[in-house]
C-alpha cells in the first residue's frame, strides 16, 4: 500500500504563487510514477501534471503549461507541483496521484489510478 497526502493549498489570489506537496509513505514510492489531477465544482477531474519515477520525464495538461512545474525528491518520498500566474479558473481540489504505468497517470481523469490521496483545496481569487 502507498498512502499520499497532500498540502499546501489555500486561498490565493490570481496571479499569485504557490506550492502543493505530497508525502508518500508506505511501498517503494520511488518505484512509482506520481502526478497531480484536480476537480473544480461541477467539473470531471482532469490531469494537471505527471513525472516519471526517476524524475526525467515531466508532463502536463494544455491548461498549465507554462505557469506549473512538477517535481519530485525522492530521498523524502516527496512530490511537489509549483504553481505560478494562478488563475481563478486554477480553482479545484488537487489531488496527489500514483501508478506504476505513466499512461495512467497521464491520463485524462486517471481513471485506475493505483493509489490516490484524499486532495487539498486550491482557491484563487479575482
Known amino acids: 500500500q502507498v498512502q499520499l497526502v497532500e498540502s499546501g493549498g489555500g486561498l490565493v489570489q490570481a496571479g499569485a504563487s504557490l506550492r502543493l506537496s505530497c508525502a508518500a509513505s508506505g511501498r517503494t514510492v520511488s518505484n512509482y510514477h506520481m502526478g497531480w489531477f484536480r476537480q473544480a465544482p461541477g467539473k470531471e477531474r482532469e490531469f494537471v501534471a505527471a513525472i516519471t519515477w526517476n524524475g526525467r520525464n515531466t508532463y502536463y495538461g494544455d491548461s498549465v503549461k507554462g505557469r506549473f512545474t512538477i517535481s519530485r525528491d525522492n530521498a523524502w518520498n516527496t512530490v511537489y507541483l509549483q504553481e505560478n500566474s494562478v488563475k481563478p479558473e486554477d480553482t479545484a481540489v488537487y489531488y496527489c496521484?500514483?501508478?506504476?504505468?505513466?499512461?495512467?497517470?497521464?491520463?485524462?481523469?486517471?481513471?485506475?489510478?493505483?493509489?490516490w490521496g484524499k486532495g487539498t483545496l486550491v482557491t484563487v481569487s479575482s
Open positions: 496521484a500514483a501508478d506504476r504505468t505513466i499512461g495512467t497517470l497521464t491520463s485524462a481523469n486517471g481513471d485506475g489510478m493505483d493509489y
